[in-house]
């Protein structure tokens, strides 16, 4: 898709294509043939400084801002090819936007701001106050449906203006730095709010940042834009762990690594065997696939360390081996996760998925080398 801001802005696009010089066009492209995919549920986020385009694109999708060139297809429908009419009707019906600045209605008490999409919709009254309940409920909002605008925080006002979106079950969300406006307990409040909800709903939203901490939280993906272009597009774990630039790698080393490297990331693989299996054939299978631990399956798995495996007396049960606690987290798991099930066991975390297959396991140094600490001879060197 391409947005080129002037009246000369076709004449841009056709010396941009030809490779001709554009300098004499008093034109700002805002966005510059950039391309992607929203998968149904998923969380796309568009992270990049002011001015970088992001905005624009967003708006593009939707065409509150016609793009000058491209194909926006959305539920299999070409939206450019809509009419006002189809447009105006699939805005109201299946497309919902959540502002930095709330846009609530200030004559109307809250109950109210949140059925309005569905009113304009026609839905009748009983219906649309049933279901503005059931999302103030969803959002956190129960006892303030009869307040006003004006009496409420920023905070709330913004899950108000969630809500409202929410409301008429849209098949496409997009928030235009919807936190942006608030303050930094509170925006970590409706964080974790929209996390929760995104896993109840399992809502299709494309979201907008400047705030690269918030990006990693909220994506599921995440697009880096700079200069109208995506720079990278990838997982949170992608951006902070392989930056496909130094633009990126500089925003990167700023991130809460603990909040974005996965389990699955850091394990370390572990010989897995079953819990009636001898220590001798526990051993022959370590040394056979060179790993440094063994996970003995069953209901409450444990690990026992290589080096212990080979010390004791082989008359015992791998049974007997078992030492303390031992946590189970899923692969998804984020280090600080891991690490807070790691101080309260005092043990090595097992990673196993949701077939029950064990991805393997998660000790200090994998924490340590997962955060990209630096080692003693790194240090040294
Ligand atoms: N209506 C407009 N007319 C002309 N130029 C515009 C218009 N809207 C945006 N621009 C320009 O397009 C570029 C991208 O702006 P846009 O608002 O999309 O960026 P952004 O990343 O959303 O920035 P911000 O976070 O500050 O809103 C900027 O150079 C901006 O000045």
């Not at 080398?369 to 080692?375: C, E």
Request: aromatic fraction near 4%; hydrophobic fraction near 40%.
């Amino acid at each position: 898709m391409w947005k080129v801001y002037g009246s000369q802005a076709s004449r841009y696009l056709e010396a941009v294509r030809a490779g001709e010089d554009t300098d004499r066009l008093e034109c700002t492209s805002a966005v510059q043939g950039v391309s992607f995919d929203v998968e149904p549920g998923e969380t796309f986020v568009v992270m990049g400084l002011s001015g970088s385009g992001k905005s624009t694109l967003v708006r593009c999708l939707t065409r509150l801002v016609e793009p000058t060139d491209g194909v926006v297809d959305i539920d299999g429908v070409d939206v450019r090819a809509m009419t006002r009419r189809q447009l105006s009707d699939t805005r109201r019906k299946d497309w919902a936007m959540v502002f930095q600045h709330f846009g609530l209605l200030p004559h109307r008490r809250v109950l109210q701001n949140v059925a309005y999409g569905l009113e304009v919709g026609g839905v009748g009254r009983r219906e649309r106050e049933s279901k503005a309940r059931e999302v103030i409920e969803l959002v956190g909002l129960r006892g303030v449906e009869n307040k006003y605008p004006h009496e409420l925080s920023g905070g709330m006002k913004q899950r108000v203006g969630l809500a409202r979106a929410l409301a008429v079950d849209p098949r496409l969300l997009l928030l235009d730095e919807p936190f942006s406006a608030l303050d930094p307990l509170i925006r970590t409040d409706l964080q974790d709010q929209l996390l929760r909800l995104a896993k109840i709903v399992k809502q299709t939203s494309v979201f907008i940042t400047h705030d690269l901490a918030e990006a990693l939280k909220v994506g599921d993906r995440i697009a880096i834009m700079r200069d109208g272009q995506f720079v990278q597009v990838g997982t949170p774990e992608d951006i902070v762990l392989r930056p496909k630039d130094d633009y990126v790698r500089r925003f990167a080393l700023d991130a809460p690594r603990a909040k974005v490297v996965t389990a699955r990331t850091a394990a370390t693989r572990a010989t897995v065997v079953g819990a009636t299996e001898t220590i001798d054939e526990a051993r022959a299978q370590l040394v056979a696939e060179g790993s440094t631990s063994v996970v003995v399956h069953g209901s409450t798995p444990f690990v026992i360390s290589g080096e212990r495996l080979r010390h004791v007396d082989t008359g015992r049960s791998l049974q007997d081996l078992r030492d303390g606690q031992f946590a189970v987290v899923s692969p998804d798991a984020k280090l600080w996760d891991v690490m807070s099930q790691m101080t309260s066991t005092g043990n090595a975390v097992i990673v196993r998925d949701d077939d029950g297959v064990i991805v393997g396991t998660v000790d200090a140094t994998a924490v340590v080398m997962g955060l990209g600490v630096p080692t003693a001879d790194e240090n040294a060197a």
